[in-house]
T-cell receptor, first 114, second 114 residues
Framework: DGGITQSPKYLFRKEGQNVTLSCEQN?????MYWYRQDPGQGLRLIYY???????QKGDIAEGYSVSREKKESFPLTVTSAQKNPTAFYLC?????????????FGSGTRLTVV | AQSVTQLDSQVPVFEEAPVELRCNYS??????LFWYVQYPNQGLQLLLK??????LVESINGFEAEFNKSQTSFHLRKPSVHISDTAEYFC????????????FGRGTSLIVHP
């Protein structure tokens, strides 16, 4: 079945360490997105990519980095510069940027920094 | 500024009772409207969407939403809820003429009691 796979589901890291969250899709979607979810704040856009080797900052990109070397993969690195990294991270994809059939979401990665 | 407001952060209801989850947006431009559902520790799933045509849209599991242009609303309703409907519900709006990325509301937690 086609879908989005995020791994790991739970991740614990020490403060000051960089950590990379994986997102892989086999839907042949061009556009991919990373969101951060905090209780009571909904979804906030971190980065998005509409095509391979291209990505744009979202509303809260500071302290995060991404790459899009393959169509299927859009990993997110949470750097030590991110002041409050503990959150639930969601990856999503769509056929293309701006199409309106809705997003397909992964099941998320819960990052806890101690 | 364009924004999406979900007026209730939490809606408790008894099983088999009707429910309405409210969503309003602030803009005079044309919009595409979406409702997503998120079960605990999972990603979001598209529940229903309005792009054009009939202002009343339905999902396969008994939810419906009505686009009201004059009131800039897209409320989600179900005439009789089940325990399994307990989840977080997010309204999302794509505003035409601006970013291709939809804006998400903060979410409403629907809690169905037996």
């Amino acid at each position: 079945d086609g879908g989005i796979t995020q791994s790991p589901k739970y991740l614990f890291r020490k403060e000051g360490q960089n950590v990379t969250l994986s997102c892989e899709q086999n839907l042949n979607h061009d556009a991919m997105y990373w969101y951060r979810q905090d209780p009571g704040q909904g979804l906030r856009l971190i980065y998005y990519s509409q095509i391979v080797n291209d990505f744009q900052k979202g509303d809260i990109a500071e302290g995060y980095s991404v790459s899009r070397e393959k169509k299927e993969s859009f990993p997110l690195t949470v750097t030590s510069a991110q002041k409050n990294p503990t959150a639930f991270y969601l990856c999503a994809s769509s056929t293309r940027l701006g199409e309106d059939y809705g997003y397909t979401f992964g099941s998320g990665t819960r990052l806890t920094v101690v | 500024a364009q924004s999406v407001t979900q007026l209730d952060s939490q809606v408790p209801v008894f099983e088999e009772a009707p429910v309405e989850l409210r969503c309003n947006y602030s803009s005079s431009v044309s919009v595409y409207l979406f409702w997503y559902v998120q079960y605990p520790n999972q990603g979001l799933q598209l529940l229903l969407k309005y792009l054009s045509g009939s202002t009343l849209v339905e999902s396969i599991n008994g939810f419906e939403a009505e686009f009201n242009k004059s009131q800039t609303s897209f409320h989600l309703r179900k005439p009789s809820v089940h325990i399994s409907d307990t989840a977080e519900y997010f309204c999302a709006v794509r505003f035409m003429g601006g970013s291709y990325i939809p804006t998400f509301g903060r979410g409403t937690s629907l809690i169905v009691h037996p």
